[in-house]
């Protein structure tokens, strides 16, 4: 499950679907998840979709959620998406992937995702990523009550 070096293969390859069924344990046994879903199916899983529990966030958030792409090459997704109940969008997404904006490991910041930054995890091991993850939400919803 570890990933490669950042000198790694020029493309993701393709879903690494022991290593999302995994992480779907982990995150149904995450008290900020609600549930889970794979997409397109548990048989042939892509994503992993963890519906985060919106009764921690203020009343304006509608739903939270995130979405996991994990690849057999250490390569990964992982993007957050929360959605007011005005329809508007807050997200960011914390990647490993060949691209041509920044290093193969990067941060696409909130509120839109849009600006990139190189991204620096103590570990890649994907419990490891995911534990990541899920600490910045909870500081998210914090964030959103102060």
């Given at each position: 499950?570890?990933?490669?070096?950042?000198?790694?293969?020029?493309?993701?390859?393709?879903?690494?679907?022991?290593?999302?069924?995994?992480?779907e344990?982990?995150?149904?046994?995450?008290?900020?998840?609600?549930?889970?879903?794979?997409?397109?199916?548990?048989?042939?899983?892509?994503?992993?979709?963890?519906?985060?529990?919106?009764?921690?966030?203020?009343?304006?958030?509608?739903?939270?959620?995130?979405?996991?792409?994990?690849?057999?090459?250490?390569?990964?997704?992982?993007?957050?998406?929360?959605?007011?109940?005005?329809?508007?969008?807050?997200?960011?997404?914390?990647?490993?992937h060949?691209?041509?904006?920044?290093?193969?490991?990067?941060?696409?910041?909130?509120?839109?995702?849009?600006?990139?930054?190189?991204?620096?995890?103590?570990?890649?091991?994907?419990?490891?990523?995911?534990?990541?993850?899920?600490?910045?939400?909870?500081?998210?919803?914090?964030?959103?009550?102060?």
């Amino acid at each position: 499950m570890e990933g490669s070096s950042d000198d790694g293969p020029p493309s993701t390859g393709p879903p690494d679907r022991r290593t999302l069924r995994v992480l779907e344990r982990r995150l149904a046994d995450d008290p900020l998840v609600s549930r889970t879903a794979f997409r397109p199916g548990s048989d042939e899983p892509r994503v992993l979709e963890g519906y985060i529990d919106t009764e921690p966030y203020p009343p304006s958030i509608d739903t939270a959620r995130l979405d996991v792409r994990w690849f057999t090459t250490g390569g990964f997704t992982v993007h957050y998406v929360e959605t007011t109940v005005t329809d508007d969008h807050w997200e960011c997404r914390w990647d490993r992937h060949p691209n041509v904006h920044n290093a193969r490991l990067h941060f696409h910041r909130p509120p839109d995702g849009t600006d990139v930054v190189d991204l620096e995890l103590p570990s890649r091991h994907p419990i490891d990523v995911l534990s990541t993850v899920l600490a910045a939400v909870e500081d998210r919803i914090e964030q959103l009550w102060d």
